[in-house]
């Protein structure tokens, strides 16, 4: 399809630019902002991926395994709903660094630092959510499906005045889903592990 092509330029471009940066010697402000540019176009290109494989035919949970995250995951990221009151496109604007906070606190889980994952937590969560219940729960999900291996992809989507997101965890005998919600303020209102969405 002609209207990849531009996607591809873009992304080997700044592919180029990065490898450029990253043989000189040193490091340099040019090689930070040639790998955001290289993020920005794979951002691009999955999108532009997605949509290809969703015109060809493809289910969302083909698109899901092949982005290790569910069907329901990879729609509430890449699909194009449209509102059916008013037939406009319904949007997906999150908290920016939202996954990466989500990450942090589940990085920090896996490496059992639970002050340093209930950092963030807004007064109402705090109260319900201790170092050791956290501690705890992480435990009973070890002892039942074990040892914690990999995160999947993360996904992020509004909801309400939050911004949701759900990190796929693989363990040994199992899956679940870790689910961080972030305010307005950035600030953590909801934290869990809940069974791995289909």
């Not at 289910?59 to 395994?65: F, L």
């Amino acid at each position: 399809m002609a209207s990849l092509d531009p996607i591809g330029g873009q992304v080997r471009e700044a592919a180029d630019r990065v490898a450029a940066e990253l043989s000189r010697d040193g490091g340099t402000v040019a090689g930070v902002a040639a790998a955001r540019d290289l993020s920005a176009a794979a951002a691009a290109a999955l999108q532009a991926a997605v949509d290809r494989a969703r015109a060809a035919g493809h289910s969302w949970k083909e698109i899901g395994d092949a982005l290790d995250t569910t069907r329901q995951a990879a729609f509430q990221r890449f699909g194009r709903p449209v509102d059916p009151r008013t037939g406009a496109p319904m949007t997906h604007e999150t908290r920016p660094g939202a996954v990466d906070t989500a990450v942090a606190i589940f990085t920090a889980i896996a490496d059992s630092r639970w002050n340093d994952a209930l950092r963030d937590l807004d007064d109402r969560t705090r109260a319900a959510l201790s170092a050791e219940r956290l501690a705890a729960g992480w435990a009973h999900t070890i002892g039942m499906i074990g040892s914690f291996e990999r995160m999947g992809e993360p996904l992020a989507y509004p909801l309400d005045e939050n911004t949701v997101v759900e990190i796929p965890l693989h363990f040994e005998a199992g899956d679940r889903t870790g689910r961080v919600a972030l305010d307005g303020n950035g600030k953590v209102a909801g934290l869990f592990i809940r069974p791995a969405m289909q």
